[in-house]
């Protein structure tokens, strides 16, 4: 099963975010909570984690690339 990782709201009115860096890259296998990517905006920095355990299958999104507020920017594979 695939799940979307997304741009989380960041409670700041933001409609919009930089994607700062990767820490994952795909086809690396990932845990559960393990750090998958930071995003910033013009007020807050936010670390997304994985929502669950699995392989990173794809990202669709680049470092210095200004994302959406809950754009998809990368898929999961978990197992089901």
Do not use: Y
Not at 37 to 66: H, Q, W, Y
Request: aromatic share 2%; hydrophobic share 50%.
């Amino acid at each position: 099963m695939l799940l979307e990782i997304r741009v989380p709201e960041m409670g700041n009115d933001a409609k919009e975010a930089i994607l700062v860096a990767w820490h994952r890259q795909p086809g690396d296998a990932v845990a559960q909570g393990e750090p998958l990517a930071d995003v910033m905006t013009d007020k807050v920095n936010v670390e997304i984690v994985s929502p669950a355990a699995g392989t990173l299958k794809e990202t669709r999104a680049a470092p210095d690339e200004t994302v959406p507020v809950g754009a998809v920017i990368a898929m999961l594979e978990v197992a089901e």
